[in-house]
């Protein structure tokens, strides 16, 4: 009986998420109670351009390696001004020759979405070595395709890009360490949790622990990562929007915000509906 209620109340939620995707542009989500195994989803296979999302890819890449010893967290780097490059971030700003230690620089792409920091990132893991990484999770759609601000490769089509699905998956991974070692697992999701502004930070309520990273271009709004209302019940989510009018990044905290209020609800009750 109680597993009835939920299942009603889950497709509440599923139904409630799905009509808010077609209010409008092209949207789409996944989310995944890491806790029972449920899901919901709504154009959870559509291709989306990920914007900086992709930069939890990019993150997991380069904690591989400094986890094989390829690289040290505490190794520095020169950010020169050939690695400058313009948009999100403080580092394109920077007068002088500067030095940074890896895990500083990882820190900058997540937290401030920094490009120069994330190009310098992209350097370190390699592209080639970041899609390897996400074929071998089974993410054959997670692509990264060009460094940031590069509008050359960009006019050529050459999108870094995702699907809702395979972002939820994806950080879902990292959450469970499925093809994740502990240590990987760890690095990346400090580093995730870092404060950031974007849709999770607009849909949750303050004080809620989240590791996500978002994304935005123009017309288009991403937002990715694990969410707890409770230490042990968190949820991957991952929305997608893009063709959105506005402020588009208030139409997928409107997701976040929706997501959240049903899964605070579900951690804090018992199966048949009472705290």
Request: aromatic letters at 6%; hydrophobic letters at 40%.
């Amino acid at each position: 009986m109680g597993d009835r209620s939920v299942d009603i109340l889950w497709s509440k939620l599923a139904g409630e998420l799905n009509d808010a995707c077609q209010e409008t542009g092209v949207m789409g989500y996944s989310l995944m109670d890491l806790k029972t195994g449920r899901q919901a989803s709504f154009r959870a296979e559509v291709l989306f351009p990920t914007a900086s999302t992709i930069k939890i890819a990019i993150l997991l890449g380069l904690a591989i390696r400094v986890d094989r010893g390829d690289i040290g967290w505490s190794d520095r780097v020169a950010v020169e001004d050939k690695d400058k490059v313009g948009g999100s971030g403080v580092l394109g700003h920077f007068s002088h020759k500067a030095e940074l230690a890896v895990r500083d620089v990882a820190a900058l792409m997540i937290s401030l979405s920094d490009n120069t920091a994330t190009n310098i990132c992209i350097d370190l893991a390699t592209m080639d070595f970041v899609n390897e990484t996400m074929r071998s999770l089974g993410l054959e759609n997670t692509k990264l395709r060009r460094k940031m601000m590069d509008f050359e490769a960009a006019k050529r089509g050459d999108e870094n890009v995702s699907t809702p699905g395979e972002l939820a998956s994806l950080v879902a991974k990292i959450q469970e360490r499925d093809g994740v070692t502990e240590r990987v697992a760890e690095d990346v999701l400090s580093v995730l949790t870092l404060p950031k502004g974007g849709p999770f930070t607009l849909g949750l309520p303050e004080g809620v622990k989240r590791a996500n990273k978002p994304g935005g271009l123009g017309n288009l709004s991403v937002d990715a990562g694990i969410i707890y209302p409770t230490p042990d019940r968190p949820f991957a989510l991952a929305v997608c929007g893009s063709f959105l009018p506005g402020r588009p990044e208030e139409a997928t905290a409107a997701i976040v915000r929706k997501a959240f209020g049903y899964m605070k609800v579900l951690a804090e009750c018992t199966e048949l509906g009472r705290s």
